[in-house]
């Protein structure tokens, strides 16, 4: 069974910094693309990072490029989103998200599994 488990939400205060775990099981983990996609209340999802299999090359949206920065482990199957200078903006429910052989990462749809997500609070 495939499973993405997320990890390292809570919260935080303006400028400060949280670091998110996301763990894969049952499937070939170096085959997929990764990425992070975030829902604030009310809000629609939003695109915020991803990481491509294969070459490791990352894409970021406007809104944390500079801010945050996305890794992956491949030999312990998990990613990782460092996000500093957190802003109330940023409060959202963070979702891990996989896609096999991906290259269209920012299409939100494509990723073929997901993680239940991680809080992030950012009070200001």
């Known amino acids: 069974q495939v499973q993405l488990v997320e990890s390292g939400g809570g919260l935080v205060q303006v400028g400060g910094s949280l670091r998110l775990s996301c763990a894969a099981s049952g499937l070939t983990f170096s085959s997929y693309t990764m990425g992070w996609v975030r829902q604030a209340p009310g809000k629609e999802s939003e695109f915020v990072t991803a990481i491509m299999w294969g070459s490791g090359i990352t894409e970021y949206s406007d809104s944390v490029k500079g801010r945050f920065t996305i890794s992956r482990d491949n030999a312990k199957n998990t990613v990782y989103l460092q996000m500093n200078s957190l802003k109330p903006e940023d409060t959202a429910v963070y979702y891990c998200?996989?896609?096999?052989?991906?290259?269209?990462?920012?299409?939100?749809?494509?990723?073929?599994?997901w993680g239940q997500g991680t809080q992030v609070t950012v009070s200001s």
């Open positions: 998200a996989a896609d096999f052989i991906g290259g269209r990462p920012m299409e939100s749809s494509r990723y073929d599994y």
